[in-house]
């Protein structure tokens, strides 16, 4: 497969989920560098800004195995990766596997139970095994996961630990959609308060696992020049000698950052990334692991407008 066939296999994607979710565009273009990049997605927004279904619409067009887990106060670590129960007419313990067992994991609300709980993900998401009673158990080479929460200052929420959101590689804010997006939805959706399911809407699978992993190679194979490399590292370090950040990104949101300018360049049909590939998604890729010193909070400083100044007074190659 080569670049242009990734370019156009995205399109493809594009264009069948846009059968059911209005606007959005930038997500699933997101998605797309997450899914071919070998890194999950943490979505942002209010209730009803269609995060859950855009998710399922995005498994059904991929042909990705989809496993969900409504994260609740209650959940226990063993809800999400399940369990040895014993059997009592075999006398011996077998293997429950949880949701998690999927090629795409929609944890929905992840915010909405306690870190012990998220952390039942930590493992799962860097070096896609669960161990279970000490033994390890392999999750398919595609495991992603696309968490969706509110907004942390809406009540009944825990914000996520340093360690959990440091293995996102994007966190993505979803915005309201234009009046005429809000209209059309209200025409196409008006009919049902329910959401239907994505096959309902006509959407159905254009892309086959043979095909995402082909375009994953491809991806990995994209050029990055020694100049490049530079511009990502230097936008790294200049979120940890940022007098408004308390801490900076870490060595691996560099790593990631790189692998996602690669499938960046890829959707766009080129073999070799250029700056701009990295400069359009260092916010998304960092706003997440860049903490507030307490004393920009009491100015009212926000980490998005910092990374942005982070991202203009950085020297980019020409």
Request: proline share 5%; charged share 20%; hydrophobic share 45%.
């Given at each position: 497969?080569t670049?242009?066939?990734?370019?156009?296999?995205?399109?493809?994607?594009?264009?069948?989920?846009?059968?059911?979710v209005?606007g959005q565009t930038?997500?699933?273009?997101?998605?797309?560098v997450?899914?071919?990049?070998?890194?999950?997605?943490?979505?942002e927004?209010?209730?009803?800004?269609?995060?859950?279904?855009?998710?399922?619409?995005?498994?059904?067009?991929?042909?990705?195995?989809?496993?969900?887990?409504?994260?609740?106060?209650?959940?226990?670590p063993?809800?999400?990766?399940?369990?040895?129960?014993f059997?009592?007419?075999?006398?011996?313990?077998?293997?429950?596997?949880?949701?998690?067992?999927?090629?795409?994991?929609?944890?929905?609300?992840?915010?909405?139970?306690?870190?012990?709980?998220?952390?039942?993900?930590?493992?799962?998401?860097?070096?896609?095994?669960?161990?279970?009673?000490g033994?390890?158990?392999a999750?398919?080479?595609?495991?992603?996961?696309?968490?969706?929460?509110?907004?942390?200052?809406q009540?009944?929420?825990?914000?996520?630990?340093?360690?959990?959101?440091?293995?996102?590689?994007?966190?993505?804010?979803?915005?309201?959609?234009?009046?005429?997006?809000?209209?059309?939805?209200?025409?196409?959706?008006?009919?049902?308060?329910?959401?239907?399911?994505?096959?309902?809407?006509?959407?159905?699978?254009?892309?086959?696992?043979?095909q995402?992993?082909?375009?994953?190679?491809?991806?990995?194979?994209?050029?990055?020049?020694?100049?490049?490399?530079?511009?990502?590292?230097?936008?790294?370090?200049?979120?940890?000698?940022?007098?408004?950040?308390?801490?900076?990104?870490?060595p691996?949101?560099?790593?990631?950052?790189?692998?996602?300018?690669?499938?960046?360049?890829?959707?766009?049909?080129?073999?070799?990334?250029?700056?701009?590939?990295?400069?359009?998604?260092?916010?998304?890729?960092?706003?997440?692991?860049?903490?507030?010193?307490?004393?920009?909070?009491?100015?009212?400083?926000?980490?998005?407008?910092?990374i942005?100044?982070?991202?203009?007074?950085?020297?980019?190659?020409?």
């Amino acid at each position: 497969m080569t670049v242009n066939d990734v370019s156009a296999l995205a399109q493809e994607i594009r264009s069948e989920i846009g059968k059911a979710v209005i606007g959005q565009t930038d997500t699933v273009d997101l998605m797309l560098v997450a899914l071919f990049a070998g890194g999950h997605i943490l979505l942002e927004g209010a209730p009803g800004t269609a995060k859950t279904f855009l998710a399922q619409c995005f498994a059904t067009a991929t042909s990705l195995k989809f496993g969900r887990v409504q994260f609740t106060p209650d959940l226990m670590p063993g809800d999400i990766i399940g369990t040895n129960l014993f059997d009592f007419k075999t006398h011996e313990f077998s293997l429950v596997k949880g949701p998690i067992f999927c090629d795409l994991l929609l944890a929905d609300e992840i915010n909405r139970t306690p870190p012990k709980t998220q952390a039942a993900l930590l493992e799962a998401m860097q070096e896609r095994v669960v161990t279970i009673d000490g033994k390890a158990h392999a999750l398919g080479k595609r495991f992603t996961v696309i968490a969706t929460q509110n907004p942390i200052e809406q009540q009944g929420t825990y914000p996520l630990p340093e360690a959990q959101l440091d293995r996102f590689l994007f966190k993505h804010i979803l915005d309201y959609p234009t009046r005429e997006q809000e209209l059309e939805i209200v025409a196409r959706h008006g009919a049902r308060t329910g959401s239907a399911k994505p096959k309902a809407m006509g959407i159905s699978s254009v892309a086959s696992a043979a095909q995402i992993s082909a375009a994953v190679d491809t991806v990995a194979g994209v050029r990055l020049t020694d100049e490049v490399i530079t511009y990502v590292v230097d936008l790294i370090r200049a979120t940890r000698e940022t007098p408004s950040f308390e801490t900076g990104a870490s060595p691996r949101a560099g790593a990631m950052l790189a692998a996602a300018a690669r499938a960046c360049a890829a959707l766009d049909g080129r073999d070799y990334v250029i700056p701009d590939d990295v400069k359009k998604i260092a916010l998304p890729a960092l706003r997440h692991r860049a903490i507030l010193s307490p004393a920009a909070e009491i100015e009212g400083a926000v980490a998005d407008d910092v990374i942005a100044g982070v991202i203009a007074q950085t020297d980019a190659p020409r």
